[in-house]
Each structure stands twice: as structure tokens, then as C-alpha cells.
């Protein structure tokens, strides 16, 4: 099974500062198709996870561009680039390539 | 609008199986697989398996292997998900979400339903 490694699992911000999240799979996301299947989601306290990424960098419908996606292979980062209080959460990565798995999550918090 | 809307908690003793559905609105119901999650209580997320309303036809995760059943009710535009043999450690929310394939790449969980919750207690 491909095994996906989030870091840091906790990360307190400051509002207003950017804040990055490494995802770092077991085995290279290049599918046979030649697409990266690597989603990023946010879940709130309480709400059901909101995919914000697909394959790496492209931003779902709705999703601020202070969110952002990038990698390739077998490391990949999602970034916020100014933090806001509504970006307080839990934050995946989730591979498709290799059936699915997800990360183990990353908390958000303002400190 | 496009929703899953999911079936509501659950209550079950070990050894009991449960039922879960996922009703679809807003789309064309055979052109979309259904995955299911899990989430146990402050814990991540677990992929459980997925489905083809089309034909019927399903993947599990190795670790659900004869304990789960995902089946479709065309009918309906509902998806179900069963499972048995039911233990503390199931304990968890689950959620449906779907999936379109594209000639080619994969558009996947891009909508979620609300969670089920069902809790294993004696």
C-alpha cells in the first residue's frame, strides 16, 4: 500500500502569515494515464472534508487563491498564503494513483 | 444543487451489521462511482471501497475484504453500504463521495455527503 506522510502534524499560524504542508508519498503518483492524482482536502470541526486541490495544483471551484498546490512525484506541498481565520481545520492529502489513501492529516490553528 | 444526502445515526451492539445509505441529487446518478469513507472519532481518514451505480460492480479495501457490501438502487439514485460483523473499533462517521472518470483522468471527491455516525456499543 502506498503510504502517505503529512508534516508537521500541528502547525500553528499567525494570522496573516503563509503556512506550508508537506505530503510525501511511499511510491512515485505518476499514473499510467500520466496524471498525478494527488487531491488535498480541508475539514472544519464538525463538517464533512472540502476538496480545495485536484491532480496537485488546480484549484476547485470556490476555493480561495491564497490556497495553492504544488510537486510532483513523490513530494508534494499545499501553501496558504496568507492565513485567515476561516482556514482553521484539519488539512489531508489523499493519493488516486494506487487505489486511495490519505494522509494523516495536519492540524491548523491561529496562535 | 448537486448533494449526497446520507442516512441518519446509528446505534448497533458487536456482531450486529449496519446498513448506511446515500441518496443523490442534482446529477446523472450512473455516471458517477461512489467511494466510501470512514472517519473514527479523532482520528483521519479511511477509504473503505467504491462502487459503480452503472453496473454494479465494486472495489474494497483490503482490510474490509467480506465484511463490507456496497450495492445501488438505481431507482432511487441511492447507494448503500453494509457492514457486518460489526466491533467497537468500526465506531466512526462514514461518508460517501463520488467520482467521475473522464475519458482521460479521474475527477474524485470533489462532493460529499453530511457523515453517517454509527456507534458500536454493547
Known amino acids: 500500500d502506498v503510504v502517505m506522510t503529512q508534516s508537521p502534524l500541528s502547525l500553528p499560524v499567525t494570522l496573516g502569515q503563509p503556512a506550508s504542508i508537506s505530503c510525501r508519498s511511499s511510491?512515485?503518483?505518476?499514473?499510467?494515464?500520466?496524471?498525478?492524482?494527488l487531491n488535498w482536502f480541508q475539514q472544519r470541526p464538525g463538517q464533512s472534508p472540502r476538496r480545495l486541490i485536484y491532480k496537485v495544483s488546480n484549484r476547485d471551484s470556490g476555493v480561495p487563491d491564497r490556497f495553492s498546490g504544488s510537486g510532483s512525484g513523490t513530494d508534494f506541498t499545499l501553501k496558504i498564503s496568507r492565513v485567515e481565520a476561516e482556514d482553521v481545520g484539519v488539512y489531508y492529502c489523499?493519493?488516486?494513483?494506487?487505489?486511495?489513501?490519505f494522509g494523516q492529516g495536519t492540524k491548523v490553528e491561529i496562535k | 444543487q448537486v448533494q449526497l444526502v446520507q442516512s441518519g445515526a446509528e446505534v448497533k451492539k458487536p456482531g450486529a451489521s449496519v446498513k448506511v445509505s446515500c441518496k443523490a441529487s442534482g446529477y446523472t446518478f450512473t455516471s458517477y462511482y461512489m467511494h466510501w469513507v470512514r472517519q473514527a472519532p479523532g482520528q483521519g481518514l479511511e477509504w473503505m471501497g467504491i462502487?459503480?451505480?452503472?453496473?454494479?460492480?465494486?472495489s474494497y479495501a483490503q482490510k474490509f475484504q467480506g465484511r463490507v457490501t456496497m450495492t445501488r438502487d438505481t431507482s432511487t439514485s441511492t447507494v448503500y453500504m453494509e457492514l457486518s460483523s460489526l466491533r467497537s473499533e468500526d465506531t466512526a462517521v462514514y461518508y460517501c463521495?463520488?467520482?467521475?472518470?473522464?475519458?482521460?483522468?479521474?475527477?474524485?471527491?470533489?462532493?460529499w455527503g453530511q457523515g453517517t455516525m454509527v456507534t458500536v456499543s454493547s
Open positions: 489523499m493519493q488516486g494513483t494506487h487505489s486511495w489513501t
Open positions: 463521495a463520488r467520482e467521475l472518470r473522464y475519458f482521460d483522468w479521474l475527477d474524485a471527491f470533489d462532493i
Open positions: 511510491q512515485s503518483l505518476v499514473h499510467s494515464d500520466g496524471n498525478t492524482y
Open positions: 462502487i459503480n451505480p452503472s453496473g454494479g460492480s465494486t
